[in-house]
């Protein structure tokens, strides 16, 4: 529900179908991002690499949102197809002159590719049936990125260096601030816009009711392998951003914890809505970092807690996934929903 | 062909475990139409109560194996009466995603009760394998397979035979008409999560037995997917075949395509075999197609 002031009346179609409703939003939104291009002159290396993390986490969960939100198909293996981006993108920025720009989308078309072909058994395949056919895909992936060591460098990880753009080398938390932030803006803005579009709605539909796009004759078979084929370029481009981030990619970072944390981001955030993503990545980036600097203070005074942190992080995990589940289904997002809401119409809430 | 036996039969001892675990993981989704992600933590924790019972408080193997099927018994009723009795009629990956949160959480305070470092049951069979026409069969072998065929005929009978048996299946083929049959649903639905985990702790315990325990056991409750795929996700007689297939499929692809490829071929098999199936047979060897009306 789109809570908008009294008085706010359209009188074109062009502004009914406007992105941002009124001009607060309009505002609000331009300040948000004029403020995150002046953060990093302010903030420190920990508070950039949250940030770039989170930007990497913010288009995949995007990429995921628009394959399990808005077309309803469940993904195991998102992360895997981030993997497959960022090996792509480590052999195409070795092997050729390209600047890794250009090389962030290829490795995406890359993974689009792999993403559609393993979208096709969704031809028969519905909810559960696909969701483990999505697994099989983690599984299948991840045995080629240890195995194919002559494209992925095996077990020891693929290599790039530093990359750079008209001069400036992207070797620092702070240089990479701006590439990870700018990439977002672009691929929230292209996801935003996607929505919108002829084939934005078909994914609604095929969501909402598959029987019924088909006899509305939409090619659903058709449609189901486009919203694979834009997720995983979404994953592709995360991945890409996360090798020229880390420079070093090995296949411990593409497990199915990685499917698994996309997919509770995507839950938590809100199925179905962008903004949702950007919680969900957000929160599920930060969540660790809470817990550790829980667990620095509370080693003090029980020194245990410092050895069983990988336990206790893991099992918060759960227990968050399990609470929002139980107490907030339909994600931050809703919330965020609502508590606007609230203050729009305080005091007369009726 | 010595070499092939061989695996054969370790093939058939995992497979009959992959089988149990189906099994269970079955059993949940034909009665409550939940994906169990949590089985192979169920199997962890139900290997480490075990190792507790046999261990920590020194209770003779037999016992302390019964005493653990009890605590599952109820570990299992509860979480369903916990976690999952209030997602009824959630979207489905919602579902999955409480059982992934699900077995987050009892990795984690599975971990913080007994480390991470593989633990091994005392020696309860005769180490000496025993020789049959050149083969060596080791003891524990033999007794997991026997325990879980009697398992396995004992929930067959569970279910042919008893009013519960009666009123699960009852469930399982059309919940609406055994509500109207004066059936207690959600009785079952906690029954069928409490059956789910006693399957899964007797393959724990057994897994224990074989090679030791340490967290990376719930992996079996990833790769019970293959199993029950193939076998059709509603299938308990499909479960039990497809789990030995898989078992055994498994063991030659680590035995024969291993050496050539370097390793990790046991893990990716069955899952390329799963897409094979579900290319040709969507709804698996033994599973009911859905027919879908308008």
């Known amino acids: 529900m789109n809570y908008t002031n009294c008085g706010n009346f359209k009188t074109s179609y062009i502004k009914d179908a406007a992105i941002f409703q009124t001009k607060f939003s309009l505002i609000m939104i331009y300040s948000f991002i004029v403020l995150t291009f002046i953060f990093p002159f302010f903030a420190n290396t920990y508070y950039l690499y949250l940030c770039n993390t989170i930007f990497i986490a913010i288009i995949g969960a995007a990429g ?4 399990t939100g808005f077309t309803g198909l469940i993904s195991l293996g998102h992360g895997a197809f981030i993997g497959v981006g960022a090996y792509a993108a480590a052999y195409i920025f070795n092997n050729t002159d390209l600047n890794f720009l250009i090389v962030i989308p290829l490795a995406g078309l890359v993974t689009a590719a792999v993403g559609m072909f393993f979208g096709i058994p969704s031809l028969r395949l519905k909810g559960l049936y696909l969701s483990i056919a999505t697994l099989a895909a983690q599984f299948i992936l991840q045995f080629f990125f240890v195995r194919a060591e002559f494209i992925t460098g095996g077990v020891s990880g693929a290599f790039v260096n530093f990359p750079s753009v008209f001069g400036v080398s992207i070797n620092s938390d702070f240089s990479f601030y701006f590439v990870g932030l700018i990439f977002t803006i672009i691929m929230l803005l292209a996801a935003k816009n996607l929505i919108r579009t002829k084939t934005g709605r078909i994914f609604l539909s095929i969501r909402d009711n598959y029987i019924a796009a088909e006899a509305m004759g939409v090619n659903v078979f058709k449609y189901k392998i486009i919203s694979f084929g834009i997720s995983s370029f979404y994953a592709g481009v995360a991945g890409a951003l996360w090798l020229f981030y880390l420079t070093i990619i090995t296949p411990e970072h593409f497990t199915i914890g990685v499917s698994i944390q996309y997919l509770s981001m995507v839950i938590i955030g809100g199925l179905g809505s962008l903004l949702g993503s950007i919680f969900g990545a957000v929160f599920i980036t930060l969540l660790p970092e809470f817990l550790r600097f829980a667990a620095d203070n509370l080693s003090q005074i029980y020194p245990a807690v410092t050895s069983a942190f990988a336990a206790i992080r893991e099992g918060a995990f759960g227990i968050v996934i399990i609470l929002f589940l139980l107490l907030e289904p339909e994600g931050l997002a809703k919330r965020w929903n609502l508590i606007k809401a609230y203050w729009k119409l305080w005091p007369y809430s009726h | 062909m010595d070499f092939f036996l061989q695996l054969v039969i370790t093939g058939i001892v995992i497979g009959s475990i992959y089988s149990l675990l189906a099994l269970g993981f079955t059993l949940i989704y034909k009665a409550t139409g939940v994906v169990n992600f949590a089985q192979g933590e169920l199997l962890l924790v139900g290997a480490y109560i075990c190792l507790q019972f046999t261990v920590g408080y020194k209770v003779p193997f037999i016992f302390s194996f019964l005493l653990t099927l009890i605590f599952m018994f109820f570990f299992g009723f509860l979480i369903e009466k916990i976690f999952l009795r209030k997602m009824i009629g959630e979207p489905i990956i919602s579902i999955i995603m409480l059982t992934i949160g699900l077995s987050s959480v009892l990795k984690s305070v599975v971990q913080l009760f007994w480390g991470t470092s593989t633990r091994t049951f005392p020696q309860i069979f005769p180490e000496e394998p025993i020789a049959v026409m050149d083969l060596q069969i080791s003891y524990v072998y033999l007794a997991s397979i026997v325990a879980v065929a ?32 004066g059936i207690n649903v959600k ?27 340490n967290t990376s056991l719930s992996h079996f409750g990833l790769m019970v997917f293959p199993v029950v795929i193939l076998g059709g996700l509603d299938s308990i007689g499909g479960a039990i075949i497809a789990g030995l297939i898989i078992g055994v499929l498994e063991n030659l692809a680590g035995g024969y395509i291993d050496p050539l490829i370097g390793g990790g071929a046991k893990d990716v ?4 075999v799963m897409i094979l199936v579900m290319m040709i047979r969507p709804y698996g060897l033994f599973g009911t197609a859905d027919v879908e009306k308008v």
Request: hydrophobic fraction near 65%.
């Open chain 2, 269 to 272: 098999f069955p899952f390329v």
């Open chain 2, 150 to 181: 009697v398992f396995l005929l004992l929930f067959t009978v569970f279910f042919k035979k008893t009013r519960v048996g009666v009123a699960m299946r009852a469930v399982a083929s059309d919940q609406q008409a055994a509500l109207s049959m």
């Open chain 2, 187 to 213: 009785r079952i639905f906690a029954l069928s999560w409490a059956i789910a985990a006693i399957v899964s702790t007797v393959g724990g315990v057994f897994l224990g037995n074989i090679n030791g325990i």
């Open chain 1, 64 to 67: 995921l949102n628009i394959l």
